[in-house]
C-alpha cells in the first residue's frame, strides 16, 4: 500500500511539473514576443533595414501572383540592364513562411495586409525559437536547464537586435530552423528513432530554404559524428542520426533553386561526405566483429579498413579534381573569409565594406549577450559531469561559434543560442547545489527531504532498472554472440537467470546510494547558499533591465526613420521616405535612379524605380562600375552614367545632422571596389599623406569626384562656413559649380540629394551651330539681295 501511494504521489508530482513547465513556456513566448515590440509602439508598424524590404516585396508578388509565377518571375526593376531571376536567386523559406501566414489568417477570415504579417513574423518565430531552445536543452540537461535557457534566449539583445518587430530578414525564422535542427538531432541521438531522423532531415530542409547559414548545420554535425567516432562512443544510434541526415537532407537541399547542384559539388559539403563513408566503415567494423571470431576479424578489420581507405582516397582525388579548376577550390568568398579573416578585404572588398562582416569589439560581446559572456565557460564545464553525446554536442556547438562570431559580427546570431544554453546549463546547475544545501540544512525540511528520497529512490530505482534495461537491449545488439550452434543455447543466454537479477538490482541500489552520498558531500554552508542565490537572482535582475534597455532603445529604431534627441526634445528624420516619395510622384515609370547598393532594395520597394545595382551584390563588375562613376570627375561620371541610361543619381548625405552612415564615410569602399575592376581607380589618390580627407588638405582628384561634388553641392549655403558635423571640419572646396548634373530635389535635413543628368551638351551645340549658320545665311543673303548672282 506504501509502494502505491509512493508512485501515484510521484505521479502526480510529475503532472505537476508537466503542467507547470507547459505555462512557464507559454509566458517565455509571450515574453519573447511582447519584448520585440517597442518599434511599433515606439515608432509605427513598418518595415526596417535594407534587405527586408526586397523580402516585402517578394512576400507581396508571391500572395498576388502565386508560387508559380513566383518561381519564375524575372525582376526588371533590379541590375539595369541585366534584371534578376527571382525565384533561382532568393532564399525562399522566409517568403513562403509569411506568405503561407497571410492565406491562412484571411482564410479565417482575419483580414491582415502582407505588410502587417511580414512585420510580426519575426517576434511570433522568437517564440517558437525559445521553445525549440528549451527542448534542445532539455535533451542535453534536464527540464531545469530548458526553462532557463529559453528565458534567456527570449531577452538575449543579440537576436533581439534581428528579431524585433519590422526586422523581416531570413534570420527572423533561419535561428529557429537551426536550433529545431539540432534538437531533433539530438532526439535522434538519444532515442535512435528513425522518425526523428526523418523530421531532422525535413527541419534541414527548411534551414537550407531559410539561410546561407544551413552550411553551418552541415559542418557542425559532421564534426560531432566524427569526434564520437574517435573518441569510441559509436552506436547505431549515432549512426540513425546521421546517415538519413547526408542522404535525404542532401537530396532535399538541392531541390532549393538557390543551392541546386551546389549541395554536392561546393567545398562546404564535402566534409559530411567523407564523414558519411568513415561511418559507413566504422559500421561495417562493428557488424563483423559481432559475427566472426578473432581471428577472423583481424583479417576482415584489415581489409576494410584498406578497402575504406582506397574509397576515401578515390573520394578525395574526385574532390580535388573538381575544386581545382576553381580559383577558390570551390568555397564561396563569405565561407574564405571565414576561414581566414583577412581574405575578403585582399581580395572581396564587396564583403568587407558590409559593416556586419567586419569583426566585432570586446564591448559588443557585452553588449549583445550581456552577463551570459561570464556564465559560458561554467555552463561548458557543466556539461562534462557527466560527458553524454548530447553534452558533448553542446560544448562543440558554443566552441564553433564562439569563433566564427569573433570573425564577423553578424554571426554573433548564431554565437547567442549557444551562449544561452550554457548559461541555461550553468544557472540550473548552481540552483540545484544552492537549493540542495539550503534543503538539507534547514531543521524543518530535513524530515520532508528524507521522506522525498525514499520517494525517490524507489522510482529512481526503477527508472534505472529501466535504463539498465534499454542499455542491456543495446549492448546485444551491439555485440552479438560469436558462434551461432543452437538457437536455445542463445536465447538460455539471453534470458537473465533470477539470481543475476537480483544482483543486478543491489549493484542499482548501491549505485544510487553512492550518488545520493556524493550529492550529500557537494552541500555548501547555509549562509554562502543563501548570499550565492541572493547574488544569481541579482545578476538575472541585471540582465533583465539590459535586455528590456536594449530592446526599447539600442535596436527598437528603424534605420529608415532616425530620431535624435536635444535640449529641444525630440527630433524625427524622414527623410528616406521622403526621397522616395519624390521619387515616385515626380519621375517617369521607366527612369533609372543609380546609387550606391546599399539603398537599391529601398529605392525599387518605396519608389518602385528600376536601379542599376542593389543589396543581392551578386555582381561585382556592375557594383565597380557605379563605384568608379562616383570616384570619377563628373564628366566621366556622366558619360558612364549616360551609357547605363541614368536619370537621376541619389545619394545620402549626413554632414547637416551628423549622420555618420552616409556615402561620404562609404567612399573609400567605393573605390576601392571600382579599382579592383577598373585600374585606373587608385586609392592613394583620394588620400593626402595615408590620411582620408574632405577638408582643404584633401587631394584634387578628391574634391573634383562626383560624390564630392553631389554631396556637399549648395552646402556652403546652409551656414556659410560649410561645416561637417560627421568628419568634425569645413569642407575644402565650398563653392563650385554642376557642369553635367541638376540638383532636383533634397530633402528637408538634406540626408538624401537626388540629381538629373543633363542632357547630352554635343546635341545642344549641333543646334545652335545650325541655328548660327541660319542666321548668317539669312544676313549674307540680305546683303547680297542687292546683287545679282551670275550663275542664276
Not at 532568393?90 to 477570415?109: D, E, F, H, K
Not at 563588375?621 to 541619389?650: C, Q, R
Not at 535635413?749 to 548660327?772: A, F
Request: charge should be positive.
Amino acid at each position: 500500500m506504501a509502494a502505491s501511494e509512493n508512485v501515484k504521489e510521484s505521479s502526480l508530482r510529475y503532472a505537476f511539473g508537466c503542467v507547470l513547465s507547459f505555462f512557464i513556456l507559454l509566458l517565455i513566448g509571450v515574453l519573447a514576443f511582447s519584448i520585440r515590440l517597442f518599434s511599433v509602439i515606439k515608432y509605427e508598424s513598418v518595415i526596417h533595414e535594407f534587405d527586408p524590404y526586397f523580402n516585402y516585396r517578394v512576400t507581396q508578388f508571391l500572395t498576388k501572383n502565386g508560387i508559380y509565377d513566383f518561381w519564375n518571375w524575372f525582376d526588371d526593376r533590379t541590375w539595369y540592364p541585366l534584371g534578376r531571376v527571382i525565384g533561382g536567386t532568393v532564399y525562399p523559406g522566409l517568403t513562403l513562411t509569411a506568405g503561407t501566414m497571410w492565406r491562412i489568417l484571411n482564410s479565417l477570415n482575419i483580414p491582415l495586409s502582407v505588410e502587417t504579417v511580414c512585420v510580426f513574423t519575426a517576434p511570433v518565430f522568437s517564440a517558437c525559437a525559445s521553445w525549440a531552445t528549451y527542448f534542445l536543452t532539455k535533451e542535453v540537461k534536464g527540464a531545469g536547464a530548458g526553462l532557463t535557457a529559453a528565458a534567456l534566449l527570449a531577452m538575449v539583445p543579440s537576436y533581439i537586435s534581428r528579431s524585433v518587430a519590422g526586422s523581416y530578414d531570413n534570420e527572423a525564422v533561419a535561428i529557429f530552423a537551426l536550433i529545431f535542427t539540432f534538437y531533433l538531432y539530438i532526439k535522434t541521438l538519444n532515442t535512435g528513432s528513425l522518425f526523428y531522423a526523418t523530421l531532422n532531415a525535413i527541419a534541414y530542409f527548411y534551414m537550407v530554404c531559410s539561410w546561407g547559414g544551413y552550411t553551418f548545420i552541415i559542418n557542425l554535425i559532421p564534426m560531432h559524428v566524427l569526434l564520437c567516432i574517435v573518441t569510441g562512443r559509436y552506436s547505431s544510434r549515432l549512426y540513425i542520426a546521421y546517415a538519413p541526415l547526408v542522404v535525404l537532407g542532401t537530396l532535399l537541399a538541392a531541390l532549393v533553386p538557390v543551392v541546386g547542384f551546389n549541395a554536392v559539388l561546393t567545398s562546404e559539403h564535402f566534409a559530411s561526405f567523407l564523414v558519411f563513408i568513415i561511418i559507413h566503415v566504422v559500421a561495417l567494423v562493428y557488424y563483423i566483429k559481432g559475427i566472426l571470431n578473432p581471428k577472423m576479424f583481424k583479417v576482415a578489420v584489415t581489409l576494410v579498413v584498406s578497402i575504406g581507405l582506397i574509397v576515401c582516397g578515390a573520394v578525395i582525388a574526385v574532390l580535388v579534381a573538381l575544386v581545382a579548376s576553381s580559383p577558390t577550390k570551390g568555397w564561396s568568398g563569405r565561407s574564405l573569409s571565414l576561414l581566414d579573416p583577412t581574405y575578403a578585404s585582399k581580395y572581396i572588398p564587396i564583403i568587407a565594406s558590409v559593416s556586419e562582416h567586419q569583426p566585432p569589439t570586446w564591448p559588443s560581446y557585452f553588449m549583445d549577450i550581456n552577463v551570459l559572456a561570464f556564465l559560458v565557460p561554467a555552463g561548458i564545464i557543466a556539461c562534462f559531469f557527466p560527458l553524454s553525446d548530447a553534452s558533448s554536442f553542446a560544448v562543440l556547438y558554443i566552441a564553433t561559434s564562439v569563433y566564427f562570431s569573433g570573425v564577423m559580427v553578424r554571426l554573433m546570431l548564431v554565437f547567442a543560442p549557444a551562449a544561452c544554453i550554457m548559461s541555461g546549463i550553468a544557472l540550473s546547475e548552481a540552483f540545484d547545489v544552492l537549493t540542495r544545501s539550503i534543503k538539507f540544512q534547514l531543521p524543518g525540511l530535513t524530515e520532508s527531504s528524507q521522506i522525498d528520497e525514499g520517494d525517490t529512490s524507489s522510482g529512481s530505482v526503477v527508472a534505472q532498472n529501466e535504463t539498465t534495461k534499454t542499455l542491456k537491449n543495446e549492448d546485444l545488439s551491439k555485440e552479438r554472440p560469436l558462434k551461432k550452434t543452437d538457437k536455445n543455447e542463445d536465447l538460455s543466454k539471453e534470458r537473465p537467470s533470477k539470481k543475476n537479477k537480483k544482483k543486478e538490482k543491489e549493484n542499482v541500489e548501491k549505485t544510487y546510494v553512492k550518488s545520493l552520498m556524493e550529492k550529500r558531500l557537494l552541500v555548501l554552508p547555509l549562509e554562502a547558499s543563501v548570499i550565492a542565490i541572493f547574488l544569481l537572482v541579482l545578476l538575472g535582475a541585471f540582465y533583465v533591465v539590459h535586455c528590456v534597455w536594449a530592446a526599447a532603445e539600442a535596436y527598437s529604431a528603424p534605420s529608415i526613420v532616425l530620431t535624435s534627441h536635444s535640449r529641444d526634445g525630440l527630433h524625427v528624420f524622414d527623410d528616406f521616405r521622403e526621397a522616395y516619395a519624390w521619387l515616385s510622384h515626380n519621375t517617369e515609370v521607366d527612369d533609372k535612379v543609380a546609387s550606391w547598393w546599399d539603398y537599391g532594395y529601398q529605392t525599387t520597394a518605396m519608389a518602385n524605380r528600376t536601379v542599376i545595382v542593389d543589396n543581392n551584390t551578386w555582381n561585382n563588375t556592375h557594383i565597380a562600375t557605379v563605384g568608379t562613376a562616383m570616384s570619377s570627375p563628373e564628366k566621366a561620371a556622366w558619360e558612364i552614367f549616360n551609357s547605363l541610361d541614368v536619370k537621376y543619381v541619389l545619394v545620402v548625405f549626413g554632414g547637416l545632422i551628423g549622420y555618420p552612415s552616409d556615402d561620404i564615410n562609404k567612399f573609400l569602399w567605393m573605390v576601392r571596389i571600382g579599382g579592383g575592376v577598373f585600374p585606373h581607380i587608385k586609392e592613394p589618390d583620394y588620400l593626402r599623406d595615408g590620411q582620408y580627407r574632405i577638408d582643404s588638405q584633401a587631394t584634387p582628384t578628391m574634391l573634383n569626384c562626383l560624390m564630392y561634388k553631389l554631396s556637399y553641392y549648395r552646402f556652403v549655403e546652409t551656414d556659410g562656413k560649410g561645416y561637417d558635423r560627421v568628419r568634425q571640419t569645413e569642407i575644402g572646396k565650398k563653392y563650385f559649380k554642376l557642369t553635367h548634373f541638376e540638383e532636383v530635389f533634397t530633402t528637408h535635413h538634406w540626408m538624401v540629394r537626388i540629381y538629373k543628368l543633363k542632357p547630352p551638351k554635343n546635341r545642344i551645340r549641333m543646334k545652335t551651330k545650325k541655328s548660327k549658320a541660319k542666321a548668317s545665311s539669312t544676313t549674307s543673303s540680305k546683303s547680297s539681295g542687292s546683287r545679282k548672282n551670275p550663275w542664276h
